[in-house]
């Protein structure tokens, strides 16, 4: 990664999951857990510093996540915030 | 080999008489599969999460002691979020009542997704109960290149580890005798940490509780953590005096002193799973890679084509019901005609002879000639269930049922509810917030169960023409699509009048899992169709026979032997005065009045008659009333009470076929009593009327309150009638062809 490109990935870094697109593969910064639901899928292992792949970005999404396929509404994606890993148009960016 | 002989004495001394062991683990891990192969039961077993909704037991005995073993529901979390997850921890917290707490707990882990799974094991494990783990699912884990080591997973959860491949029985035995040998060892705490400060925290708590309920040490910890960290709470220690006060003060703490408490067992768990994950899977394939399973789902998860395919789908097994089915139709329609010309060649004619022929073989067989539909019918459910497919069908409806206010989870109940509405809304209990819950109850008994199919079958059978539209595709079949989608609409609007009345409420988020694609196991499928032809034929056999004894002799009695006289005395006159077609066209007239006649003056008549003004403008006689009353007692008997109400007094030895009857049976005018019109609006009737005492009754126990039965049973009688009286007094007016 050049050094140039650094600002641009703390922008990302404040990037919701409900935002990814198909092909992403991102991971969990912070989860808002003031928002219901987010607690399950702490128990589903969707949490901080787990990376997962957005296989569809539709509403509802599906992720995967570990080996599981779990689906849930972009509403509640959008509690969770991510930092790009791969994004769908293929470029590395940590 | 262990027997209770080789056992330790002081180990042998603490066994008790029944051993009791309770299954446990995520969602469709297979636990039910063991629970089959240990017992040699056959309880429901299919291919996505929330199957089994309560609790069941089997016993088995092994080296010469009885093992009881108890089938639970899946559960992500020990902290429950729905009812099926509150039925596990219940049992395992020992806070069913009087029940004892189990002696050993086996915890399923699937070796497909060891991380998640691992969550609820290290929760259960916690609880010290003497607990040994079952991998399951290591064949499919070892096929996609990252099988478990069940020896390093030994080794880090400090518990015996089986491998299982329940379908074919692989360590079964192994599992047995493992459970056995667990019997009173108690396992020891494992190495994960939820922090200092909130451990302390759940430590005062547990010592508060402690004072009000003596518990084992482990089990007041576990009820102290759910108490003190998860905020969804339902349990009701809370309740206990000061805890409430005591945990909202520990929270305030913690929340103080900057600890992420909600957060802290998620975390504390996660972390040492991944520590144990790194040593005991192998992963040979690359991370994310996607799978087959993900493969076919870019397409039948599509918003689009997803939707299209599930319609495509339906539309081909009801089209298949149809035209499969027909040559079997035909052979058992063969067999009920001839067994009941034997009878009435064999017999003195009289009225038992009348019984056997017309109440009991013919009604009898008006039913179970549609059991190759119902067999196709279920053939089709199990495959959806056990491929995998049905929760991909709740993720792609999940932003329809949004629409009327439920989430796609509602969609598996209203689903299954094609089966039998009783375990669909028993499955229910899966839906986490009451009201939607609730509203998914109130709309399930609209779903087109199998129990309406003859009745379907037989309207459409007679009344529709099975013209060829394309590919394949017939009237016929189409108008039993369309009686299946009518019903889901309704099923859906009715949901929505709930959610925006007094079941208003903010919809809670959808989370759902999809399980791998599977190939059904063609033991689950056997087992299921066989299953279900054997309680449409019981049923046939007992409660629709004992129904049809009771019908026939209110149809027949009081016999009008006058009647007999009078109507053989025209048959002399006319077989004076006429000859040829004309004779035989007025004997058959002279046939159909008397039985007419006789049919009129019966006790089943006269009831027909009673509310005959009240469903005339529904564009049904008092014959057909006769039917809808009897339907009450099942919806199969409607069927079999038209056979017997065309059939009773028949003058003739042989009985006309059902569909024929029904075809030419004509009005006192002489005008046809049936049309395309009419069948529909029976279609129609049945579809929304409520009409299965069982449905009453299971609404009943799951609300634990009589007030929502009596409001089912109300709108739908309510909406029944008004949608046939407005469908068909506009029908008669707008299509007049179809009348
Ligand atoms: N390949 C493989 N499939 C299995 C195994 N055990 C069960 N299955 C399949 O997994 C699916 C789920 O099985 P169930 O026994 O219904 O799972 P469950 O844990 O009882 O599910 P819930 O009642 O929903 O919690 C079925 O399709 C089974 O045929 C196994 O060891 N290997
Ligand atoms: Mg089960």
Redesign the pocket.
Same mark, same amino acid.
């Given at each position: 990664m050049r050094l140039d490109t650094l600002s641009f990935h703390v922008v990302e870094s404040v990037m919701k999951l409900s935002e990814c697109r198909s092909g992403d593969i991102v991971l969990i910064t912070e989860i808002d857990s003031h928002v219901s639901g987010t607690l399950r899928l702490r128990e589903l292992g969707v949490l901080e510093g787990v990376d997962l792949k957005v296989i569809k970005s539709s509403n509802p999404m599906l992720l995967h996540v570990n080996e599981s396929r779990i689906a849930l509404d972009r509403e509640l994606a959008a509690a969770i915030s991510v930092n790009y890993m791969v994004s769908a148009s293929g470029n590395q960016t940590c | 080999m262990l027997t209770s002989q080789d056992l330790p004495d002081q180990q042998k001394g603490t066994l008790p008489r029944t051993i009791r062991v309770a299954l446990v #683990?995520n !969602?469709?891990? #297979?636990? +039910?599969?063991?629970f089959n192969a240990l017992t040699g039961l056959k309880q429901k /077993? $299919?291919?996505? =999460? #929330? /199957? +089994?909704v309560e609790r069941k037991s089997g016993i088995f005995s092994f080296e010469g002691l009885q093992i009881e073993v108890i089938?639970l =529901? #899946?559960a992500y979390s020990l902290r429950p979020t729905n009812d099926v997850e509150r039925i596990t921890r219940d049992v395992l917290l020992g806070m069913m009542g009087s029940e004892q707490p189990v002696d050993v707990v086996v915890v399923?882990l699937d070796a497909g997704n060891l991380e998640r799974n691992l969550y609820f094991a290290t929760q259960v494990l916690d609880l010290g109960l003497p607990g040994v783990v079952a991998l399951?699912?290591?064949?499919?884990a070892a096929s996609m290149g990252q099988p478990v080591d069940p020896v390093v997973l030994e080794q880090h959860l400090g518990r015996p580890v089986v491998e299982? /491949? $329940? !379908?074919t029985y692989k360590g079964i035995t192994e599992l047995k005798k493992v459970i056995l040998q667990a019997v009173g060892r108690e396992g020891e705490d494992l190495p994960w940490s939820i922090g200092e400060k909130v451990l302390h925290a759940i430590e005062h708590l547990a010592a508060e509780i402690g004072k009000h309920k003596p518990m084992e040490r482990r089990i007041l910890r576990q009820v102290s953590v759910e108490l003190l960290l998860d905020r969804r709470g339902t349990n009701r220690m809370i309740d206990l005096p000061g805890i409430r006060e005591l945990v909202g003060k520990l929270r305030a703490e913690l929340e103080w002193a900057g600890v992420k408490w909600v957060e802290s067992e998620s975390i504390g768990r996660y972390a040492w799973i991944k520590s144990v994950i790194e040593t005991t899977r192998v992963r040979s394939e690359e991370k994310f890679k996607p799978s087959r399973s993900d493969k076919v789902d870019r397409v039948l998860t599509h918003p689009v084509f997803g939707l299209a395919i599930f319609l495509v789908v339906m539309a081909v097994v009801f089209q298949s019901i149809y035209t499969w089915a027909g040559p079997f139709m035909d052979m058992i329609d063969g067999l009920t005609a001839a067994s009941a010309s034997a009878v009435a060649s064999s017999m003195p004619s009289g009225p038992l002879r009348d019984l056997l022929t017309d109440g009991i073989i013919s009604g009898v067989g008006a039913v179970l000639i549609f059991l190759p539909q119902i067999i196709l019918l279920f053939l089709f459910i199990v495959l959806m269930e056990?491929s995998g497919y049905l929760s991909r069908a709740a993720f792609v409806m999940n932003r329809h049922m949004r629409r009327f206010g439920l989430t796609g989870h509602a969609f598996i109940p209203m689903l299954s509810g094609f089966a039998c509405a009783i375990p669909a809304i028993m499955s229910t209990r899966n839906i986490s917030d009451p009201r939607t819950r609730l509203a998914t109850i109130m709309a399930v008994p609209l779903t087109s169960c199998s129990a309406r199919l003859p009745v379907y079958a037989l309207m459409i059978g007679a009344l529709i023409p099975a013209t060829p539209l394309f590919a394949g595709f017939t009237t016929q079949g189409f108008v039993l699509l369309g009686a299946y989608i009518f019903s889901i609409c309704a099923a859906l609007l009715v949901a929505r009048a709930f959610r925006m009345t007094v079941l208003k409420g903010r919809q809670q988020p959808f989370i759902i899992e999809l399980p791998p694609y599977?190939v059904p196991?063609w033991k689950?499928v056997l087992n299921s169709v066989w299953e279900r032809g054997r309680m449409f034929v019981t049923q046939a056999g007992t409660i629709i026979l004992a129904i049809n004894i009771i019908l026939w002799f209110i149809a027949y009695f009081p016999h009008d032997n006058s009647l007999q006289a009078k109507y053989d005395s025209q048959r002399g006159a006319a077989q004076a005065s006429l000859s040829g077609d004309e004779l035989e066209l007025r004997l058959e007239e002279l046939d159909s009045l008397q039985s007419g006649e006789m049919l009129r003056g019966s006790i089943a008549g006269k009831l027909g008659q009673v509310i005959e003004p009240v469903i005339e403008p529904l564009g049904f006689d008092w014959k057909i009333g006769i039917g809808l009353l009897a339907s009450f007692a099942a919806r199969e008997v409607f069927v079999s009470t038209m056979a017997i109400v065309y059939n009773v007094g028949e003058a003739d030895e042989t009985s006309v076929s059902l569909m024929d009857a029904i075809r030419n049976e004509k009005h006192a005018d002489g005008q046809r009593v049936y049309s395309p019109l009419v069948a529909l609006n029976i279609i129609i009737f049945f579809i929304l009327a409520c009409q299965c005492m069982g449905t009453v009754a299971v609404v009943k126990r799951e609300t634990n309150s009589w007030k929502w039965p009596l409001v089912m049973v109300g709108y739908m009688t309510a909406l029944a009638y008004v949608t046939c009286l407005v469908f068909y007094q506009l029908g008669i007016r707008f299509f007049p062809g179809l009348a």
């Open positions: - | #683990g !969602p469709n891990t #297979g636990k +039910t599969t063991l /077993v $299919a291919n996505y =999460p #929330g /199957v +089994t089938d =529901p #899946g399923c399951t699912m290591n064949d499919e299982t /491949v $329940a !379908p056990d599977r196991s689950t």
